[in-house]
């Protein structure tokens, strides 16, 4: 007997794996590239940078089957990685959401 299973209104695990490495490489890019900020500042400024990125760089980037060499190291290459996964700008909220978010926190499954 097969039993067919309900997913409506769910995320598919694609999608939520996809968000969750969003979601870790934008606190990554924070943690090396916005010390000292509050998470408001540090979402703002990662927003900026990634609509930059998006509308300059990543056109000529996203062909590339791996992020180029000489984005290695920098913020550019989380950015690279970001869209690479999805390809759009997450919002300041999304950002800000992420940056509050701490994936070990016994909370966080609740």
């Known amino acids: 007997m097969t039993m067919k299973v309900d997913a409506r ?26 010390t000292g900020m509050t998470d408001r500042q540090a979402a703002m ?3 900026t940078k990634l609509v930059r990125y ?3 760089g990543w056109r000529r980037d996203r062909v590339e089957v791996r992020c180029p060499d000489r984005h290695r190291g920098t913020i550019t290459e989380l950015f690279w990685t970001v869209f690479s996964i999805r390809d759009a700008t997450p919002s300041d909220r999304t950002i800000r959401a992420a940056l509050a978010l701490d994936p070990f926190s016994v909370a966080h499954d609740q």
């Open 9 to 34: 209104g769910r995320r598919p695990p694609s999608d939520v794996l996809a968000r969750a490495i969003r979601d870790h490489l934008l606190r990554t890019a924070a943690d090396r590239f916005c």
């Open 45 to 47: 400024v990662l927003r």
């Open 54 to 56: 998006r509308e300059g």
